[in-house]
């Protein structure tokens, strides 16, 4: 079994940045594939960008978030650079049992969830 905490979430103007993390639990981090999802209200969640065998990231987000990880302490980050409101969102993080990222909510864990508020 694995848990996922996320961290880092707030409210933030727009043009901001915020840097969001997900502490894992279990052995087998350094061969899971991470993914960073979020949820805006009345809206399906959506894929943001994940970390494996490769590093993807959504249209929407490329060139101002950043996915990394540090196997050492079984945490993945998400620094997100010059915010817009709509990045307002809860953010989850995501876990999968094999380092192949995909970009559906595919994933076998799921963390809780950090609220995240871009005001304008």
């Known amino acids: 079994q694995v848990q996922l905490v996320e961290s880092g979430g707030g409210l933030v103007q727009a043009g901001g940045s915020l840097r969001l993390s997900c502490a894992a639990s279990?052995?087998?981090?350094?061969?899971?594939?991470m993914g960073w999802f979020r949820q805006a209200s009345g809206k399906e969640r959506e894929f943001v960008a994940g970390?494996?065998?490769?590093?993807i990231y959504a249209d929407s987000v490329k060139g101002r978030f950043t996915i990394s990880r540090d196997n050492a302490k079984n945490t993945v980050y998400l620094q997100m650079n010059s915010l817009k409101p709509d990045d307002t969102a809860v953010y989850f993080c995501?876990?999968?049992?094999?380092?192949?990222?995909?970009?559906?909510?595919?994933?076998?864990?799921w963390g809780q969830g950090t609220q995240v508020t871009v005001s304008s």
């Open positions: 995501a876990a999968r049992t094999s380092l192949l990222v995909v970009t559906t909510v595919r994933y076998d864990y």
């Open positions: 279990g052995r087998t981090f350094s061969r899971s594939a």
């Open positions: 970390i494996g065998h490769t590093i």
